[in-house]
């Protein structure tokens, strides 16, 4: 029998380090497809199935985006695009969209691979060095910050610090304030500059110089714009970088990724399959429904788990074993970035990225081995999931 308590059927809290949903996800898929669960946000509805979590994503007119900025993000940083519906949803994203389409993307490959070199250089040559903390926790963020929002923000550990402490609305609600406050004060110089340019070559340009039927966005629209975009860009390609490092290490497949670069590739759908960064999107029901034979009631929170439906065994071939010889067909049904109107506007950043710092590390390390973890490893935490340490050993 599933408990009806969030906490107690999983092992701890929405935001919590937990070890393995997975587990859960299976029962839930066999048992209860459609749950309400008691969070620490109130009732919640969590929708497991492949089926179910497509019908979610796939209506936005009968699920809303708005949930979001009104009961999860938007109360620490204000109302942002992830939180919107149609047209002003649209009209948001049009703003961004010229910064990550494939061909914007490409010309960043020289600059981001600097990058990418030069951290990986800052590893040094043998020894043990944590990847998490000294490469992918900053790396993704360098990427965002230099080279799309074009900010200089400077210290991006500290700043992708700041991104992770807001995260913790539900754990630490005076420490996810006080860091979103943390990164207003610190943005404002950088908007203001922005604001005063004669060009809108950057994102943080455009954002300050655009307008929105005649009127420019607010100092506080722009900021928790770009809060949002640091987060995603810094949050869940760390997540994934995290993740596809450990589960390619683990499974004996990094010596022949030097060897053969085309499955890196095959490595990044398969992470995102197996161990997505973000485990759930979250709706809100516009008239009362029934889901999976559940009936909800209309302004319901509804969580559709990807992170279930990537494991459904109704849709993929043994769902549980990480495999990157998947067929076309499983790569292809997978939720990746989402679906719908709202699909990640950053996926063809998040794969350049990807590739890249596979490229550079693989390339000088291509003995890479993982350490000795005495039980501190693995893949941690709801609903944002990665390692929070990756001790490896360097072998030149």
Known sequence: MI???????????????????????????????????????????????????????GDPKLFSSRINNERLIGMVIGSTIIGMDEPEHNMMRRLVMPFFVPSAIQRLGNAMNVIATEMVDHLGEYGEVDLIRQFTFTYPLAVFDRLILGANLGDEAQFHQWTRSFLKLTT?????????????????????????????????????????????????????????????????????????FYLTLKNGLWPYVAVHPEIIDLIFNETLRFEPPVQFVARGTMEAIELEGVRIPADAFVVAVIGSANRDERAFSEPDRFDIARSKRDRELSFHFGRGPH??????????EFTTAFRALSSRFPYLQLADMGGRGGIVGFPFRAPEILPVILHT
């Open 3 to 57: 408990s009806v308590d969030f906490k107690e059927a999983f092992g701890g809290n929405i935001g919590d380090p937990l070890r393995d949903p997975y587990r859960v996800y299976a029962q839930l898929r066999r048992e209860a497809p459609c749950h309400r669960f008691e969070t620490t946000f109130g009732p919640m509805y969590f929708v497991t199935t492949y089926a179910g979590v497509e019908r979610v994503l």
């Open 172 to 244: 630490n609600p005076a420490e996810a304030m006080m860091a979103v406050a943390q990164i207003r004060e610190f943005l404002a110089p950088v908007i203001a500059r922005a604001r005063a340019s004669s060009v809108a070559r950057t994102l943080v340009e455009r954002l300050a110089q655009a307008e929105i039927d005649g009127q420019r966005l607010s100092d506080e629209q722009v900021s928790s714009f770009l809060i949002l975009l640091l987060q995603a860009g810094a949050e869940t390609t760390y997540g994934l970088l995290g993740s596809a």
């Open 343 to 352: 699909y990640c506007v950053g996926t063809h950043l998040a794969h350049a």
